[in-house]
C-alpha cells in the first residue's frame, strides 16, 4: 500500500515530511526528477512530459495513487494529465487545489458556486511557469470572488536551493518579496506556492512582516490526502517499502537531501 510522490526535485521532501508525519503507517515512495530540474524554467509540453515519465516510474512501484508535489507540475500539467492521460484505476492529485481549498475555506470536493471570502489581498509567490500558467487564479476564481492576487515569479530561487547555495536563495527571496510589496503593500495572506519555499518560510514571513498569514502548503496537502486515502482506500496501491529514487546523481542528490531534512536520506537510482 505504497503511495508515490513526485517532484521536479528536492522541494517535495518538505511535502514528503508532513504526509509520512500525518499518515505514518503509509509507505511513500518519492521520486525527484533532478535531472531535469529545474521545471519552473520548462515550457507546459516539456513540463507535462516529464512529469507523466516520473509518474509512470512511481506506477512501476506499484504506487496508484501519485503526489505531484510540485506545484509547477500541478499547473502546467495535471488537468492535461487527469484529462487525457491517467487511467481509471490510477489516481495523480496535485498540491494545488488543497492550497486554494484552504484559502478559501472550503472542504475537499465542495462544487458550490464562488463566494466572498475573509482575504482579499493574496500575494503569490512561485516559479514562473507556475505564475505564467495562471492556475492559481483560475482555480480560485472558480471558488472566490473578489480576491485580489499578486504573483511574484520568483526565478532564481529553486535553483539556488537545488545547489544548496542558501545565501543565493535568501537574497533573492528578499528581493521577489519586495518587488511585489512594491505592488501590493498589504496583502493578508501569502501563498508559498513552490513546494521548495517553506524551506524559506523564515525568511519569507520576516521579509513580509507581521500582519500576513503564510500559508504552508505542506500540511493542508498533508490533511488533504488523509481525507482523500480515508474516502477511497483503494488507491493505495501494492508497493510496500519507502524509498527514494532520483534521476539525478543519488550521493549528491542525498546529502543535499540530508541538509535540507537534518536526517539522512538515502537516495538511490531511478
Ligand atoms: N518545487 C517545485 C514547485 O513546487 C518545482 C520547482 C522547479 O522545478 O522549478 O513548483
Redesign the pocket.
Known sequence: MAVGVF???L??LTVLEALARRLPEVPFVYLGDNAH?????RDADEIFRLTCAGVERLWAEGCDLVVLA???ASAAALRRMQETWVPPDRRVLG?FVPLIEALTERRWGDNSPPREVAVKHVALF??P??VASRAFQRELAFRAIGVDVEAQPCGGV?DAIEQGDMVLAEALVRSHVEALLRRMPRPEAAVLG???YPLMAAVFADALGPGVRVFSQPEIVAESLADYLGRRPEFLGGGTASRFLTTGDPKTVGAKATLFLRRSVPFEAA
Open positions: 517532484d521536479s526535485g522541494g517535495g530540474a529545474p521545471y519552473g524554467v510540485c506545484n509547477t498540491v512561485a516559479t511557469a507556475t529553486v513552490c513546494t521548495h
